[in-house]
């Protein structure tokens, strides 16, 4: 196991990798691994909109919700971080209905958000792996890869994956080390 925060210089810019609690990072943007309606949830979502307070819920329900891949941005209100891009992974069938491809739009597009918005430092979670049960060996070569392939074209400088156990951020460092060289 490595110490966290690991941090790696990659072209493009920098990702790291900690353990922690997303909801504490001050940075321009954390993601949300949101559910369609982005009213709030378990989780991580749920987590977030605690933070946040009644702001983010009363913001929220003026997006009309949010498909499967896709993102949406708001303020971040009570956060430490300027803004929370909401994205909805997608739930684990057995990967036979395009859920890598789902994942992998998730993050492309919470990328694509924090380019439009001129964002320079954005941290997600590990998206699906919780109650959507993405297994995730194999959400974080994905994840990883995802962002290491739109970093050399968006303005975003520094990656932070937040993940909420060792284990997890373990995954995220080999999936680094691996896809970085």
């Known amino acids: 196991m490595s110490d966290w925060p690991h941090l790696a210089a990659v072209p493009g810019g920098t990702v790291e990798i900690v353990v922690g609690d997303i909801t504490g990072l001050a940075v321009d943007a954390v993601v949300n691994a949101a559910n369609r309606t982005l009213l709030g949830g378990g989780g991580v979502d749920g987590a977030i909109h605690r933070a946040a307070g009644p702001e983010l819920l009363a913001e929220c329900r003026t997006l009309g919700g949010c498909e499967t891949g896709e993102a949406k941005i708001t303020r971040g209100y009570r956060l430490p971080a300027a803004h929370v891009i909401h994205t909805v992974g997608p739930v684990w069938r057995g990967g036979g209905e395009g859920e890598e491809r789902l994942l992998a739009a998730c993050y492309g597009n919470a990328l694509a958000l ?54 997890s951020a373990e995954l995220h460092r080999e999936a680094l080390e691996r896809l970085a060289r």
């Open 114 to 167: 924090a380019h439009a918005h001129r964002l320079a430092r954005i941290a997600f979670p590990a998206i699906s792996t919780g109650i959507y049960g993405f297994p995730p060996e194999k959400a974080a070569p994905i994840a990883v890869g995802t962002v290491l392939a739109c970093l050399p074209e968006v303005v975003v400088e520094h990656v932070i994956f937040c993940c909420f156990s060792p284990a």
